[in-house]
């Protein structure tokens, strides 16, 4: 008997140690972790699932033809036969996945399954001419996007402000300078291109989760690493450079050594000195922007992990103004501004940002507690004085003085005194959770729906759902410094604006206001996936979002709806074994909700500083409803999107934009709309190089209600709001030598149609001025010097070194970002334009270790 027990013992024994299991990691082609991937074993049925790391393991079944199969939403599905293993061994594999869509360094991913309405996935690279070297620039050139000024990093949507944009970097909200009123002034943005690994945009119609805001959203994640790497950017604009990497831990987690600490460091510079030359005021221009962020992502095991986000930006910018010359006006009537001034600009941005997390994620359930804290200084001080003279030119072709000042119309002097000063402190404590749901399955009968096809994946016929919910608790202190004095004078006049018979000095403006404010938020989110339809043709997303400020006591309610519908899935998941074409990939969907945007401060303060802590929030109503289609030609996948949007506005806070600084009237008095179309298509022109055209068309109104000089309360009629831009047209194009691939061209052009431009005061109640188009060519070459295709040029350490030279403004274009008021000795006012940067060229260094 006790040999009985030996003999089976050991037979239970070798039995459990003869197991052999399937493991690895899933990756994307870009060599970037993808969780979440369905794998299933034909031999034994088995279903497994990749984690947040990417890990997986599945059973070999012994004497069994063992297929795996891997699938994922975004990307195309990898079947493969594992090989004949011996007991008691496993078999390591990592799988590449490509991508499923029609995009390879610039990926658009939309499916019913993963989809958001007007939502974008790509993934960007930084080859491209830019003038400010910032990330955004990529941003400016989607579909519903507009910007007009080339030195800044802000962008406008479908006809919001610039202050109506959410971003968000690893899930942490990020916040921007508040006191920036020119580009030139700005620095760069939060988001580090050398550390993205994917992004969404939305332009309208986004989701629940996603927070309070009228326009549009991006959310940006930062890539981890699989591997060591690190790459040196240097040019005449500045430099930037990363390191990225992991530590291994050599411990057994089940069925791999796991990455257990992974990080990644960026650093940038940007000095624009030999951009800002070309503007027409001459000076000394000292400019130094420069930050460093790192992700650092310690994972306890499989199923834990902690991230912290860190970010220092020091932006100091610097003009001692000497002179400026600006011609304008028409051939007819040419006239000419000559200004010589003295004194200083002084801009200084400081901020800093930290983000912790902690992540459970397994299966089917992810938890992600977050805490953060983000801390700006901004000051503002300036001390300009300046005469000026105003001349016509003579415009006669037949006259020896052609092209000279003619007559002296008249002359002036100014001063413009600033002691503006701003701290904020943001700090965000929240809780997001996502649960998914398998749904069920009915082999049999969806069998004979498909007509008994040799359909394989049942697997996939159930329905799935997917449950998100968060909750975020908000602390803001502000204190607010406002200290600006004008002094002008025409003709060695200075006029008293009351009227009065005084002979004193009197200013043209002066504000000087001092503020503290306190906010507390509290905001929450749930939101549900349910997909329908035999082969979840049908996807449909249902939220609402809450948001309580206590600064006004208000609190909001936001439901939100996005609907995906694919009409051709089932057909071509029906025959995609048979012989029979396939049809084309077509997803119809829509979009409604509510958004609201609580102030922040901006909006409470008015133009003489005062602020108005009762201020509600602004609500927009968002209509959605496009559709995307997939073909191909000349044997290339492409991609056209067009959506119509509808936005009905009310509480809106009346605004004047000046280059960009927007000064808000701090009550909510205008009601208005936006509508209009996008389109978008996008693919590979040039074989393995992706390239795309975008086309807006918007029109934007609003009714403003004020009281009159007459102390009657008024409503204007129909007004173009500030961004009421009628048409935008975007290309970034791609292009290389047929004969030798490493020499590659970059082309971006953006036009935008002119926009209307206001005054301040009751000037606002008025139809305004009109602001010239916006048009602008950069283009850029790059050679391959290590690591190309047909380079005879290798390094053991450098995997790739390319430079590149890019023209900016090609065609010396003179765009126009706002007015300089000056008036003449009959007291006519002239508006002299603010031109942007004029062609310049810059040489990049670009080294990938």
Known sequence: MRYCLLIISLFLF???????????????????????????????????????????????????????????????????????????????????????????????????????????????FNSRPSVSGDFMDFVKTLQGVSSNNELSSQYNVRGGSYDENLIYVNDFEIYRPQLVRSGQQEGLSFVNPDMVNNLVFSAGGFEAKYGDKLSSVLDVNYRS???????????????????????????????????????????????????????????????????????????FNRYNRMELLLNYAQ?????????????????????????????????????????????????????????????????????IQGKYEISEIDNNLGSSSFGNERALLGYGYFINHARNDLSFTVINFAHNGAIKFRGFSNRNGFKKKLNNSSFRDLDNLSHPGKLLYG???QIEHIND??????????????????????????????VRSKSTINNQRLSGYAQYHQNFGIVNQITLISGV???????????????????????????????????????KNVLIKGAFGYYYQAPFYREMRDFSGRVNTALKAQRSIHYVSGVEFGFKKYGRPFKLSAELFYKDMDYLVPYVLD?????????????????????????????????????????????????????????????????????????????????????????????????????????????????????????GFSKVIIGGDSTKLQSKHIKQMWIGVDVYNLLQINNVISYLWVKDFSNTTYGVPNYLTGRRINVRLVTRF
């Open 225 to 299: 690493p699989v591997r060591q790497s690190s790459g040196v950017q240097i040019g005449l604009l500045g430099a930037s450079m990363y390191v990225d990497g992991l530590i291994k831990a050599k411990h057994r987690i089940g069925y791999r050594d796991s990455n257990r600490f992974t990080y990644i460091l960026g650093a940038r510079y940007r000095g624009n000195k030999n951009v800002l030359n070309s503007l027409d005021a001459i000076g000394n221009y000292k400019s130094r922007f420069g930050d460093f962020q790192s992700l650092m992502t310690y994972h």
């Open 14 to 124: 070798h039995s459990a140690k003869s197991q052999s299991y399937v493991y690895g990691r899933t990756l994307s082609d870009s060599i970037h972790i993808v969780d979440s991937v369905k794998i299933s074993n034909t031999a034994s049925g088995e279903i497994g699932y990749s984690d947040s790391l990417g890990n997986y393991r599945i059973q070999y079944i012994s004497g069994k033809r063992n297929s795996l199969r891997f699938e994922h939403p975004d990307f195309t599905v990898y079947i493969t036969v594992i090989p004949e293993i011996f007991n008691d061994e496993d078999y390591l594999l990592d799988i590449i996945l490509k991508s499923s869509v029609q995009i390879i360094r610039v990926n658009p991913k939309i499916s019913a399954t993963s989809a958001r309405a007007s939502t974008i996935v790509l993934k960007p």
């Open 659 to 779: 280059n960009v600084r927007i000064r808000y009237y701090a009550t909510n008095s205008a009601r208005g709309y936006a509508g209009g179309f996008d389109a978008r298509i996008n693919g590979e022109f040039i074989k393995g190089l992706e390239s795309w055209f975008t086309l807006s068309m918007l029109k934007t109104d609003e009714k403003i209600t004020y009281v009159n000089s007459d102390s009657v309360t008024v409503e204007t009629g129909n007004l173009r709001r500030p961004t009421d831009r009628r048409i935008s047209a975007s290309i970034m194009f791609q292009d290389e030598l047929k004969t030798n691939k490493n020499y590659r061209m970059h082309l971006m052009l953006n036009f935008g149609s002119g926009m209307p431009y206001y005054l301040g005061g009751e000037a606002r109640y008025k139809e305004g001025n009109t602001i010239p188009s916006y048009k602008r060519v950069d283009i």
């Open 471 to 473: 909750v975020k608790y």
């Open 545 to 583: 979002r809450y948001l309580y400020s206590e600064l006004n006591g208000q609190s909001l309610i936001s439901p939100r709806v996005q609907f995906f519908f694919e009409p051709n899935k089932f057909f071509n998941v029906k025959h995609k074994n048979d012989t029979i074409p396939l049809k």
């Open 481 to 510: 410094v406002f200290k600006e004095w004008k002094y002008s004078d025409s003709s060695d006049y200075n006029i008293n604006p009351f009227g009065f018979n005084d002979t004193g000095i009197f200013l043209s403006e002066q």
């Open 315 to 383: 932006n100091r910018y610097r003009f001692e103004p000497e002179y400026q010359e600006t011609t304008f006006g028409t051939l007819q009537s040419a006239l000419k501004l000559k200004i010589g001034m003295d004194g200083q600009e002084i801009v200084d941005y400081s901020s800093v940002m930290g983000g912790l997390s902690f992540v459970h994620a397994k299966r089917d359930v992810e938890l992600k507690f977050m805490a953060s804290a983000f801390s700006s200084v901004e000051s503002e001080h300036y001390d």
